[in-house]
């Protein structure tokens, strides 16, 4: 397949599948694998295609992008500190310990 394409950046600001990399019970399907095998698909360029993911839950979803694929991983909570900071939120809430663990 011929493309005619210099270069593709895939931004990602939200992984909706951030947690779902495992399978815990029978006939669910492991949706992080399948957006990995999706962005990994993606057609080749005359360089490596970028995948720019934002505030990935689990960090080891990076390592089921295959392919012609880099994925990079970008944060925007500094934009959230600053925007806290300026507007005296004095409350923040993390949906758990891990990422409230991995945010302080």
Do not use: W
């Amino acid at each position: 397949l011929e493309s005619f394409i210099e270069s593709l950046t895939v931004v990602l600001p939200f992984s909706p599948v951030g947690t779902m990399e495992r399978v815990v019970r029978e006939g669910t399907v492991a949706t992080a694998s399948t957006y990995a095998y999706m962005f990994s698909s993606l057609p080749s360029c005359s360089r490596t295609t970028r995948l720019m993911i934002y505030d990935l839950h689990t960090l080891q979803n990076r390592f089921f992008i295959k392919s012609s694929t880099i994925a990079s991983l970008h944060t925007a909570i500094p934009l959230l500190t600053q925007r806290i900071t300026n507007t005296g939120v004095c409350t923040v809430a993390f949906p758990d310990d891990g990422a409230a663990k991995r945010f302080k």
